[in-house]
Structures are given as C-alpha cells and as structure tokens.
C-alpha cells in the first residue's frame, strides 16, 4: 500500500516523468520552474518540505506568498528549535569590549606560559592537545560560536533572503578572522553592522562597516594618524591596535573604501583621492582601554590624531572639520553615480548571471539612486531585480555555478526530511561543515583579501572542486543524515525536491544506481552543481 510520502513524491514525479515540465531554450519559465528558482537565488536551495507546501498551495500562489515575504521586510520568526539553539551561545552576547578583552587575556596568558615554559618543556608540550591553549579556551569558541550562527540561519531560517544577502554583504565589506582581535569581533561585526542593514540604508550599513573595530583593525585605519602625529595623552600615549604601528598616514581602507566598497575600480577616482581621503579619515579608531560590559561600540574619533589641514578630494575642497570630514565623504561615497553602478553590477552578477545585462544593471543603479534617501532603499533595489524580466529568463535558469558555501547548505536543506521540521534536524556541531568548508577552499570568515569571495563559476568550477564535492556529497549522506541510509522511498523524494533542475542523463544514471548511492549521485551530479 503506498504510504503518503509515496503518494506525494509520485505525485511530483510524475509530471516531470513524462516531460511535461521539460522546456525548450526560447520558452519562458514554468511556474514550478520559477518556484524552484527562487528557491535557488533567493534562498539556500529547496527542501522535499518545500515540494510538498508547492504541490499543495499551487506553484503559482506558493511563489506569490513567498516573494512577498521575502521582498517586503516584513519580520518572519524563526523557529523554537533554532531560536533555542541560537541563544544557547553565550559568546554572541558579548558586547565588543567584552570580546576584546577575551583576545587580550589569551595574549597575556599566552606570554606568561611562554615565559614559564622551558625549552625541554616546549618541545613536550608541542603535540600536547592537553596542555594550556589560551587562543584555544578564549578565542576559538567566539569564533566557532559565531560560525554555528551563520551557518544554523541559512539553513534553517524562513527569510532565507536575508540570509543570502547577509553572505552577499559580508563579502562586499569583508574583514578576515585570522587578523588579530577580527577573530573575537567577526561575529558582532555580522550582526552589528551587516544583518540590521541588508533591508535597509546603504549609506546605514557603510558607516556601521567603517566604524566596527573589525574594519578599522583589518584595513589598518586604526593605525592611520597624521604626518605630524606627537604622542599625547591617553589615546595618543596608547595608540590603539599597536603603538609601534601608528606611525604615519595609512592608505589601506581608504583605497578598498572606494575600490571596493562603494566607486568600484573604475569609478573614477585618482591616486590623490585616495590619499586625501585617508587624511579625512585619520583619527578613525578604537578605544582599546573602554568600559567593557556597557554595551557601547568601541569606535572614536580622536583630534590630536586627525590631519587638520586642507584637503582636495574628487574634484572638491574640504575644509578642516574633523570627524565630519569623514562623514561627509561616506555621505558622497553612498550617494555617488559610480557607486550606484558599482552596486548593481555586484547585485546582478550574484542574483542573475555572472556577465549581468547592462540595461538591467543600469535599472538597479537607477532604482539605488532614486531611493537613496529611503530607509529602505537596498529592498527597493531587491524588488526592482526580483521584478525584472532578466531574473526570470530562461537565460538565468540554472546560470550560477555554486560556491562551496552555498554546496554545503543546499546539499544539507535537500536532505533534510519532510516529516520533519527543519530546524530540528539541525547538525549538533558545526565543526564537519567548517571543516569541509576549508577543504574547499572557502573557510567561513577566512576570505584573507579585502574583496571577500567570488561569486562566479571561475572562482570555484575546476576538477579538483568538483572531485571534492563528490566526496563531500558521500559523507554529508553518511554524518548528517540521521535515519537509516536514504533508500528508494527517500532518494525519490530528493529527485522529486530537485525536479527540473536535473538532466535526463543524470536522471538515468540515478534510476540505474543502487538505492545507496542515489542521493550521492544526486549531490555529486553537474547539475546539483548549478543553481
């Protein structure tokens, strides 16, 4: 007697069976094909329990009800189990002088034991996992805390829009957990500075970025004081970061500020203007001695550090006005032309193809201008792509070549059970998909250039990528699932999850397989490569 899961997996089958979903090149998409393709661009893939709500609702009005969720910014709850899981890690309630603290306690912990130890004692100790790791005790959990986080969200979370842009924002302005005290503030600078602004002010989440500890360590402007910097008083005499390394004027975030955050490469900018605006920015810093445990950012401007002379910066002169000589530039930069391109190319490339249509890119920079001044203007720009006739073309179907990160969590959303609430089959540790994110290439947090990971299938599409894949598709079906090895009843469901999105070649070669090797198969195919 067929069960209901049978029922409904030939009931999603069947159709695509027989080719009614297969559509030539020049034919628009399907309603089940745009169903399943936003749940491919807009989200970290589909679920059988996805399947299961289109079949019952109508594709149609599945996605009508799903891009208005998404789109419109209204709150979506997360559910018990991953609310529970989410508030369990202390770590993520500590403010960023609290963090800090965490670093510079292992760093004097570290040079006390080093101190301490002999050189007999050093080489005993060298493969000791036993023996006192201070990084380890104080640094590590912040880090892995703030990873089981990000992680746990794309997988679980209903607004899985906010989640892709969190990971599309945190590359624009990314910072590298392996530089120093970034480590301890990674996760704050996430939730601080990226997620409150994804839905939100562009010109909002570029001063958050430019005023977290986390980019003015990572890029240096810490450091950054004028020509004419003498040591005084408290923050002069400390010098934030490192005392030894504020000397001078220091050009790093001020170029990635325009190159990459904002003008972009050709934006129309000069060597000048990058030196001008680091002097607009010197006395951007931290206060690395606050009063941990208030909650408030770290962030500080310091006038004795500030260059008080003249500057002459795109075309314009400015006059000496210390902290709001910066203010003003971010308010240009966000405003900028340029930086309305820039922006639109970046969305377009991640959300439709990687070489994106100019006319559509002109219509997002449009859009970003016009809403500007808009407390919603980067859901505006949103709308305006989703809205557009090149997301949906049968052109942009199944264009994107996944990166590693989005692999781990598709391969994991597509085996999740659809008897069960997803967020209850959540992996108790992190620290696989960690590791096979390093395997890959792709570390989470561990972009070390300031222009964070690629998007595009030249970044990620070489053999020795996709031999890796394979084998991580073997062992994500052996660790994570946790019921019996997926046979027929449930490797039919993940090919009816998948649908359209698979070849008749790859369909063969599955229906041929043994049932334990289908759902490897599956997540190994070229075709569960693309999105």
Do not use: C
Not at 91 to 120: I, M, P, S
Not at 493 to 510: K, N, Q, W, Y
């Amino acid at each position: 007697m067929m069960t209901r899961r049978q029922g409904l997996a030939a009931a999603l089958l069947t159709p695509w069976m027989r080719g009614v979903w297969a559509a030539d090149a020049a034919a628009p998409l399907g309603d089940q094909e745009r169903a399943l393709h936003a749940l491919e661009r807009l989200g970290f893939g589909p679920r059988p329990a996805d399947s299961e709500t289109i079949l019952a609702q109508g594709p149609g009005a599945w996605l009508k009800g799903f891009l208005g969720a998404q789109l419109q910014g209204a709150r979506i709850d997360l559910p018990d189990a991953l609310d529970q899981r989410l508030a369990a890690e202390d770590t993520a309630r500590l403010d960023q002088g609290e963090l800090y603290e965490r670093f510079r306690r292992a760093q004097q912990l570290e040079r006390e034991l080093k101190k301490a130890q002999t050189d007999g004692d050093k080489a005993d100790d060298k493969d000791d996992k036993a023996a006192p790791n201070p990084r380890r005790e104080l640094v590590r959990p912040v880090v892995i805390q703030a990873s089981e986080q990000r992680l746990l969200r794309a997988l679980a979370s209903p607004a899985q829009l906010e989640e892709v842009l969190v990971d599309f924002w945190f590359n624009h302005f990314n910072v590298y957990a392996g530089k120093g005290p970034v480590s301890v503030w990674v996760g704050s600078y996430e939730r601080e500075a990226i997620r409150p602004n994804v839905f939100g002010s562009f010109r909002a989440m570029l001063g958050a970025t430019a005023k977290h500890p986390a980019m003015l360590f990572y890029l240096d402007n810490a450091q950054s004081v004028a020509a004419n910097f003498h040591p005084r008083g408290r923050f002069g005499a400390s010098r934030p970061a490192n005392p030894k390394q504020a000397n001078g004027l220091n050009e790093n975030y001020a170029r990635e500020l325009m190159e990459l955050h904002t003008l972009g490469v050709d934006g129309g900018y000069t060597q000048r203007d990058v030196t001008e605006l680091a002097r607009m920015l010197t006395g951007w810093t931290f206060d690395p001695k606050p009063s941990w445990g208030d909650g408030a950012s770290l962030f500080r401007f310091v006038d004795q550090r500030h260059d008080q002379g003249r500057k002459h910066w795109l075309g314009r002169t400015v006059e000496p006005n210390g902290q709001g000589e910066g203010e003003m530039a971010l308010d240009v930069l966000a405003a900028h032309p340029s930086t309305a391109r820039h922006i639109g190319f970046q969305l377009a490339q991640a959300f439709v193809a990687d070489e994106p249509p100019p006319a559509l890119v002109q219509r997002l920079a449009d859009r970003f201008i016009a809403a500007k001044d808009s407390r919603t203007q980067l859901r505006d720009v949103m709308q305006e792509l989703v809205q557009s006739d090149e997301f949906w073309s049968r052109e942009a179907f199944r264009a994107k070549f996944k990166s590693p990160y989005r692999y781990v969590l598709s391969s994991l959303r597509v085996l999740a059970p659809a008897d069960m609430a997803l967020a209850d089959t959540l992996p108790r540790e992190v620290q696989p998909l960690l590791g096979a994110l390093n395997q890959a290439g792709m570390p989470l947090y561990g972009s070390v250039t300031p222009d964070g990971y690629k998007n595009t299938a030249a970044a990620w599409q070489n053999p020795e990528a996709l031999t890796q894949r394979v084998q991580l598709a073997q062992t994500l079906n052996k660790r994570f699932d946790k019921r019996p090895a997926l046979a027929t009843r449930e490797s039919d469901m993940v090919l009816a999850t998948l649908g359209p999105l698979l070849s008749a070649s790859t369909i063969a070669s599955v229906r041929g397989a043994t049932p334990d090797l289908r759902t490897p198969l599956l997540l190994g195919s070229p075709d569960f490569m693309r999105f």
